[in-house]
């Protein structure tokens, strides 16, 4: 009997070998992804070859061969594509091959590969996979909802595992899984919040896949995402492992439970922390709430958000409430002030103010911070169009110098090179604000950048949050910055706050360094406050 405690885990979205376009931090060896298997407690891993899909399908697949020698617990996907032009072979001929090679899964790459995928081009090749009883995998980026449509109505035993959506695609998404049951998706990047179990409510478990889109995203992300999942014990064992089992015919044998630390023990069995955790970015939707900016927000009122805060151990938020940022930054501070007086012990308030409709900026912040006790300060470029260096911030930006306040300064709509600008304005003019360089963590050459202006100016930090997940990220921080200088935070519930609480709990990184980002560099920043 499988240990619930213990979940298997079989990761349907990995890339072995070379591929082009590689920063020069990112791993991508074999070895160091199977390391990565054993650290976060990972049976086996569907893999494909990069240079199949950058460069020849043909060639890829015949490296992943020498690839999937080095462990039993890698499974081969061949990167196929239509033969019309003599560079692929026939369809039966590619199953032949794939059987022969003891491939159990074929991946399509329509854009790359300069196809349509119309039942005239690949129609042929597609019946071969059907027929062989193979799954077919997709990314996204690779199709249109109306192309992937057209293959599941034609193809109805073939099943679809599609990849590599974004959170805010749930409305694409979700009528053709209602249509078609012969699709499945992962959650590699589909990370809206509660998106497993809206997923699980809706279809069941047998269609939903675990994957995480190594070495690029973080494993320990994608698996907190499933251990987390508040959905019955039987559902976690078919996502994390069982429903690619059935559909490659594999058994994989079971792993040990990652136990590198409190932290990593407590995330793999799906228990809340039991360090001090501090959400420095999250956002909120209004009481009743259910869409902004044109995205579902379902379940993201402060009471359900508070419930599953509570359910994974983060102790306290500080918010920025959707409306705020997205147009009525007057409306986004009530609702603040309302989460507030609602759950004083674990919310606290970010002002947000929008001067293209606030005349007195100045009056405006002082009203919080004075009458209403708000602690940090979000203006948003995004929606303004105001740089953060501009003059009618000036009263405010030194308002929150004096009070020694912090700012959460996201880079949206901005230039790489203007925003790094305006951060080291603001760095050198207020130094007793705490400055938040938000999403820092989201690329490799990201964060070269931001880590350089963190290293310079003491009041600088780096926000970790984003979709991307990037894996060895932290470490790569933890080394050139210091542990000091990072933050933890989730920007829920735009994505979902387990997959960001993953990416961190399993860093390869020491405990303390994991207390010190979860909450207590944030802790240390709240005690500097001093008032109005």
Not at 25 to 40: F, G, N, S
Not at 259 to 264: A, G, K, Y
Request: charged content about 25%.
């Amino acid at each position: 009997m499988h240990d619930i405690k213990n979940l298997q885990f079989f990761d349907s979205n990995v890339c072995v070998g070379k591929v082009g376009q590689k920063h020069v931090l990112q791993r991508w060896k074999t070895e160091d992804i199977l390391a990565e298997m054993d650290r976060c407690g990972v049976a086996g891993a569907l893999v494909y070859h990069g240079l199949a899909k950058v460069y020849s399908p043909q060639y890829g697949n015949r490296l992943l061969e020498e690839e999937l020698k080095k462990s039993k617990r890698l499974a081969g996907c061949w990167i196929v594509m239509p033969h019309h032009m003599g560079d692929f072979p026939e369809p039966l001929e590619v199953v032949k091959q794939m059987k022969e090679k003891g491939i159990v899964a074929a991946r399509i790459l329509p854009k790359t590969n300069r196809y349509n995928p119309d039942e005239r081009t690949i129609g042929q090749l597609l019946s071969a996979i059907e027929n062989a009883g193979f799954p077919l995998i997709v990314d996204a980026s690779e199709i249109e909802f109306g192309q992937l449509s057209d293959i599941l109505a034609r193809h109805p035993a073939l099943t679809v595992v599609l990849q590599g959506l974004s959170w805010g695609m749930e409305r694409k998404l979700l009528p053709v899984m209602d249509e078609f049951i012969n699709l499945c998706t992962d959650f590699s990047t589909l990370q809206s919040n509660e998106m497993v179990e809206i997923a699980y409510e809706r279809y069941g478990a047998d269609r939903l896949i675990f994957g995480s889109g190594m070495p690029y995203r973080s494993l320990g992300a994608a698996r907190a995402f499933i251990d987390y999942a508040r959905i019955p014990d039987e559902a976690k064992i078919l996502i994390a492992g069982g429903n690619l089992m059935r559909l490659t015919g594999l058994e994989l044998p079971e792993q040990k439970l990652p136990d590198q630390d409190e932290v990593t023990l407590q995330a793999a069995q799906g228990l809340p922390l039991t360090i001090p955790v501090y959400d420095s970015h999250t956002h909120l939707i209004e009481e009743n709430g259910r869409t902004g900016g044109g995205r579902a927000f379902l379940r993201g009122d402060i009471d359900h958000m508070i419930n599953a805060y509570r359910a994974i151990g983060i102790n306290k938020m500080s918010i920025a409430p959707w409306v705020g940022i997205e147009g009525d930054s007057e409306a986004g501070n009530e609702v603040a002030q309302r989460a507030i007086r609602k759950y004083p012990d674990e919310v606290v308030g970010y002002v947000t103010i929008d001067p293209n409709y606030i005349t007195d900026v100045e009056g405006e912040a002082r009203k919080w911070y004075s009458e209403k006790g708000f602690r940090g300060m979000k203006p948003y470029y995004w929606t303004s169009r105001t740089r953060y260096t501009d003059e009618v911030y000036r009263p405010w930006f030194k308002m929150a110098n004096r009070m020694r306040l912090y700012a959460l300064l996201d880079p949206g709509a901005y230039s790489d090179a203007q925003y790094l600008e305006d951060i080291e304005t603001l760095a050198s003019l207020y130094p007793d604000i705490s400055l938040f360089m938000d999403h820092a963590g989201r690329s490799f050459e990201v964060a070269v950048e931001y880590g350089r202006l963190a290293k310079k100016y003491p009041n600088i930090y780096l926000q970790l949050t984003f979709t991307t997940v990037t894996w060895g990220v932290i470490e790569y921080f933890v080394k050139e910055v210091g542990v000091e200088k990072i933050l933890f935070g989730t920007d829920s519930p735009m994505r979902d706050p387990r997959p960001q609480l993953g990416w961190l709990a399993y860093a390869n990184i020491s405990y303390e360094d994991k207390k010190a980002i979860f909450g207590g560099n944030m802790i240390k920043i709240m005690e500097r406050y001093c008032g109005i």
